[in-house]
């Protein structure tokens, strides 16, 4: 399985984008795909997964309200939209293809895409 996460950018507070993670190689393995972010002196944090064939998705306390997680069973995409962007929402986005209910350390990982968030 391989993902290739796009998307980023520069964006000022208050707009909107999405990020694409695109899951290929052996996409039938894929339980469910999650969004990471790795803010910079910062762990990294989950934000959001979403469960293929259920529509189930999960989002992180801070990422409530505003990040909108979706996926595309026939492009093998899952999608996160962020709305009215913040400074702190600034980090790579790394998204992560689980083949169970859990994350754990048989996960793939993709390479990441950068969002820079300015004031």
């Known amino acids: 399985v391989q993902l290739q996460a796009s998307g980023g950018g520069l964006v000022s507070a208050g707009d909107s984008l999405r990020l694409s993670c695109l899951v290929t190689g052996r996409p039938g393995n894929s339980y469910k795909v999650g969004w990471f972010r790795q803010a910079p002196g910062k762990e990294r944090e989950f934000v959001a997964s979403?469960?293929?064939?259920?529509?189930?998705?999960y989002y992180s306390d801070s990422a409530k309200g505003r990040f909108a997680i979706s996926g595309d069973l026939s492009k093998n995409t899952v999608y996160l939209q962020v709305d009215n962007a913040k400074p702190e929402d600034t980090g790579v986005y790394l998204c992560?293809?689980?083949?169970?209910?859990?994350?754990?350390?048989?996960?793939?990982w993709g390479q990441g895409t950068l969002v820079t968030v300015s004031s």
């Open positions: 979403y469960v293929w064939n259920r529509d189930v998705k």
């Open positions: 992560r293809s689980s083949r169970d209910p859990l994350f754990d350390e048989n996960d793939y």
